[in-house]
Every structure is written in structure tokens, then in C-alpha cells.
């Protein structure tokens, strides 16, 4: 592709080129789409409202990018190869004209349960090929999908349908997870009692196990695609109409709906994707992540199918039935770009270097991470065993709001360097600023990481509450996107994310709202009140550590503690599920009523050598409770 960067020289020439005429060089980029009508403007923007626009008044339909472009020379090659969580289940390799024709055939589906241009579609499936058809109908629909992980509680997934007001759910029987199967639908069925938006449910034959389906309610995926036509018109949409709807936790409240819209998405998931891969067309690409997180949207469905790649696509996890499924996985397909989380790096470290010595993986060209820092020991360890040390290793470093890879290296072309996200992607802007506003600039400098220009695939809004997306992203610095995170440039100029700044908790390479695990922690009836902070964990990254004021009549601690963990469990989903829970008889708070968290973080990361000025505390002496209840 014209558009892929080949050297560093070349790389710098972009940049530069970039950010002095951001509008040449996206509007370069974006003619290499296909349109059904030319845009009249590249941007306009405004970080104050905040109001962004990209590709204005282009129309065109994600879709066609990927069918019409590519049909008439790639019909018979492999857009997903699937792998079924259990080995010893068939796998499937659908080809391009094959996932036109399940596109379509769901689209007309999807219209005759009365999903028109505009509905909302939430998606709560397995990762099975027909996840990425009903994502990919949706879009040629012109229907905004919003993808649920299907780990999610049945009172988060209701929380998600209220707040779009979703007219449908897609979801499956089971999912096989591991040893595990879970029981989805009944998940499903528990929510939309709660959901007076939801007219139909279409439901996935994949496990075959009893559910009861509601009459004039659910209907079965293969009745609902019976008898009909593999053909379908894509919808005419507007470069600004919303493409999908993605929640994602926050420091405050409830879950956002961050918007993503059709043009600038579509221009940046397949830009970032070939050039931070380097993909080239043949080219098997595997990324572990699910398809409920944004990774799984940009970089198993969009990018890759965007590109004309072959996208590998896994239903199960990496431990199962042994922990080398990975490696066998990479094997089996000759995966040539493999993109994973440190979490899952650390996780099979564990299991030493057995696991991987039957596999040459001497396919790879390219290893990638994603979704939290990864430490030095993991980067070197995925970077000698699994790259076998010739592999460059892509840190890349985004979220959900980016829509894509923001900062990383481009694969063989940017200099590795150990926990590094090193170099943004050309057309991207990142500033270190301090807690004023003021930009750092030159090199050795840490602070606050923001985005001063706006990118094609940039949050446009938090769905139903603007004003929160402006809150959040747009006021903590003026004219500047706030990403949450710190960073340093280091004294070559290369970036290091050092983590979120708010009270974020980054589990696993998952996004927790501190606030959000307490008010599930709070409904239980014997908790007064309670508060979460994130610690140093070993495999997940950070843990959840929740110190609990509790009424303790009639319980032990031990009961109540199990008792706790589950109401998270199922108010959230088993990954917000604290690790420790601290019972306390009070927690640690200023005269104006906050919680002081910084002492509470320390003592979760067993560190009380410095715990700063506790004299302004209402409550000092609680401090030493803690401590020693903590068994320090
Ligand atoms: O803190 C950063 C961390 O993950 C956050 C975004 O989470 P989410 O929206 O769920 O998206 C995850 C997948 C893109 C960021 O604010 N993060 C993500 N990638 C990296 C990272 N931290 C350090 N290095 C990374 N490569």
C-alpha cells in the first residue's frame, strides 16, 4: 500500500509533513478509501465545544471499503480464520466473498426484525466469526453497534442497552470459555427485564445448551437468516454518523459510551494497522485481544479487514488445554503478526519455557503489546522466547478514545527499546505537560500526557452526555485532549507511558473505574462505605484492593469478605472482582471529607516507609488500623 512507511528516514519525512499540513497529508491518506461522494472539508475542529469533524460531509459506507474494494481480487482469500477454544473442534476459514455473503444475508436479516439506519444494536457474543458478521452488518445497515464484553454481568449489560436505548441484542446459547461454559443467554434474559427498549433478541446456536426462548421476542440466528438474500445495498452514511458506540470506565460514575464515527475511524484503523504492523497482504495476523474491547474492534475486525488482510480470530483463552495453545495456535497457521497484553505475556511466563519448545514459531515477523505498560522482564522475555530475538516488538499505546494506535514503533523500522512506546504515529501530536497546563518540551521531562491536535478516529462525543465527554477529556487543559495517562520523553526523545494519573485501575489490561467498584461493593447491605485503590500485581499489572467499613453483626470476616467479592461479581462481571478485601474500621479522610487515597495506595502496595503528611487527616489515628490490619 502507498501509504506504508518503508524506512526512519521516511518515517520523520511523514511526520514532519504531518503536523505542518495535517490537512494534505489526511487527505492523501483518505483517497486511497473509496467515497461514495468526495469530502468538501479534511477537519474542523474545536476543543473547546468540543467539536470535531473529519472528512466533512464525505459519504461513503465502511463496508463497501472492505467488500466492494477487494471482492473482485481477494473473493477467495481468507478474511477470518477461526480457531474454536477447543482444539479438537473444526476450525473456519471464511473468505472474503464468504463474509460478504453473511454480511448481507444478516443485514436483510436485521431489517426484517426492524433494525433501521441509526438503531442501536448491542452485540454480546463469543468470539466466533458471526461476531464480526453482526459488527460488520450493523455498519453496512448503518446501524451503531455497541459490542458488550460477554463477561459482563446481566446488570452491567443492562446499564449499557439503557443508556443507548439499543432496540436489539445479538448474542449466542453459551460461550465455551477454557473448561468453562457459560450460560449467556440466560445473562441476556435477566438483563432485558430491565430494558423497555429491547424488542428482539437474536440468539447464536454455539453450545447447544436449553435456553428458553421468549415468544415474539428472541428469534434463533439461523431462523433469522433463513430464506434470506446474500445480496444487500449498503446504506449511504455520512462521514459523521456513528459507526459503533463503545462503554469504557472512567474515574467518576457509570461507564461512557464513547462514540466513534464512520470516516475518520475507518481511515485511521487501516492506516495505523498496516504501517504499525507493517502488514502486507498474504500476511496471517493474530490479535488475542476480544472483540468487546477497542483492540478487538480497530485490530481484529476493522484494520485488518480494512487492509485486505487474513485476521486470525480465537475463541478461547491461552491456557487451554495447555499453555502453549498460543504457540501452537501460531504454528498451526504460520501467524505472521502477533499482537497480545502483557497480562497475558506475564500470566505465561509462569508457566516457565516447557510449554513453548515443541513450537518453532518461525513464522513471526512481528510481536505486538498492548493495553497497559509492560514491564522489562516481560517485554524481554516475549522478545527472546516468543519473538526469538528477532522479531521487533511494537509497544503500542492508545485507548478506547483514540480509536487507534496513538504511539509505537513501527514494526523493524523504529528502534526497539525496552518499555518503551517510543515514537506517535505521523498526524498525531502527543504533549507532556505539567499539573498548570504548561507544555514540557525538550527531553528528560514527565508529566501529564496530552494530544493537542485532533486524529481521524478521535472520540467525538460521550453518547447522550456531551457535556461529560467535555468534563473528562476537554477541560483539565485548554485546547488540549487529556488522555489520562502520565509519560516521559526520555533523553533520546522516546516516550514511556507511566500509567493513569486518575483513579483509574488498569486490571489485567482492563479499564476499572475505581468509583465504579465501590458503588458495586456499597450495595451490599451490611457495607457502610468503602474505598478501591489499584496495587502492584504480578500477572494482572495492578490489582483491586478495597478497604470496607463494614456492620459486622452476624457475619465473619472471612464470610463477609466472600461475600463482598461476589456481589462485585455479579453487579459487575468477574473482572472487576477485588483481590484483597480489607475490613476497617474507618478510612482515612481530610477535614473537608475526602478520602485520602494516597495513603490507602501505599499501604496496598505494602509500602508505609513514606506516607507523607497525615496530620491534616480528620481521622489520623485510623491510619494505624490500617496498617496493622493490612499485616503490616
Ligand atoms: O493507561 C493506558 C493503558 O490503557 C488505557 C486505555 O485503556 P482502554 O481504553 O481499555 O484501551 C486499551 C487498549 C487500547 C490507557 O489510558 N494502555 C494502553 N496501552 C498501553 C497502555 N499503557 C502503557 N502502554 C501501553 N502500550
Known sequence: MSNKIQTLSGYFHEYQKSVLDPETFWARIGESFYWRKQWDETVSWDFEKPDVKWFVNGKLNITENI???????????????????????????????ELFEMTNQFCNALKAQGIEKGDRVIIYMPMVPEAAVAMLACARLGAIHSVVFAGFSSSALADRINDCEAKMVLTSDGNYRGAKQIPVKAVVDEAVESTPSIEKVIVLNRTGEEVTMKEGRDIWWHDAIANQSTDFAATEMDSEDLLFILYTSGSTGKPKGVVHTTGGYMVYAEYSFSNVFQYTPGDIYWCTA????????????????LAGGTTLMFEGVPTFPHAGRFWEIVDKYKVNQFYTAPTAIRALQVHGLEPIQPYSLNSLKVIGSVGEPINEEAWHWYHDHIGKGNCPLVDTWWQTETGGIMISALAGITPNKPAHAS???????PIIVDAEGNELKGNNVEGNLCIKFPWPSMIRTTYGDHEKCKNVYFSAYKNMYFTGDGAKRDHDGYLRILGRVDDVINVSGHRMGTAEVENAINEHPKVVESAVVGYPHDVKGQGIYAYVICDMTGRTEDSLKAEIKDTVRKIIGPIAKPDMVQIVPGLPKTRSGKIMRRILRKVASKDISNLGDTSTLLNPEVVDDIIKGAGL
Open 67 to 97: 467488500f466492494e474494494r477487494y471482492l473482485h481480487t481477494k473473493g477467495d482469500t481468507p478474511a477470518i480464520i477461526w480457531e474454536p477454544n477447543d482444539p479438537n473442534e473444526a476450525n473456519r476459514i471464511v473468505t472474503y466473498r
Open 290 to 305: 476480544d472483540i468487546g474491547w477497542i483492540t478487538g474492534h480497530s485490530y481484529i475486525v476493522y484494520g485488518p479487514l
Open 423 to 429: 515514537l506517535p504515529l505521523p498526524g498525531i501530536q
